[in-house]
């Protein structure tokens, strides 16, 4: 499966995005996809994760309450709304689809959102 990560850019704090990730393949529906971001200098962190159902979401705690991962079967598309953006948001996002139960296989090729303060 391929993925294509879009939808990021430059926004204010306390402002909106939404990014989506869109997965070719006829069985891309059947993946759990998840949001992974990597701020310069740092290590990639995990975001957020949505089964492939779409009825099991996960969220890292710096991100919970602000940000949502939603999904479109029908589309191929998985999304990651995010609000009340912050400046420590500002990174490259990918999205990832797990091949096997734990492991993401496949990863697009990144984003850059970028929050100023």
């Known amino acids: 499966v391929q993925l294509q990560a879009s939808g990021g850019g430059l926004v204010q704090a306390g402002g909106s995005l939404r990014l989506s990730c869109v997965g070719s393949?006829?069985?891309?529906?059947?993946?759990?996809v998840g949001w992974f971001r990597q701020a310069p200098g740092k290590e990639r962190e995990f975001v957020a994760v949505?089964?492939?159902?779409?009825?099991?979401?996960y969220y890292a705690d710096s991100v919970k309450g602000r940000f949502t991962i939603s999904r479109d079967n029908a589309k191929n598309t998985v999304y990651l709304q995010m609000t009340s953006l912050k400046p420590e948001d500002t990174a490259v996002y990918y999205c990832?689809?797990?091949?096997?139960?734990?492991?993401?296989?496949?990863w697009g090729q990144g984003t850059l959102v970028t929050v100023s303060s």
């Open positions: 990832a689809a797990q091949g096997n139960p734990g492991n993401y296989n496949y």
């Open positions: 393949g006829r069985t891309f529906s059947g993946y759990t």
């Open positions: 949505i089964s492939w159902t779409g009825g099991g979401t």
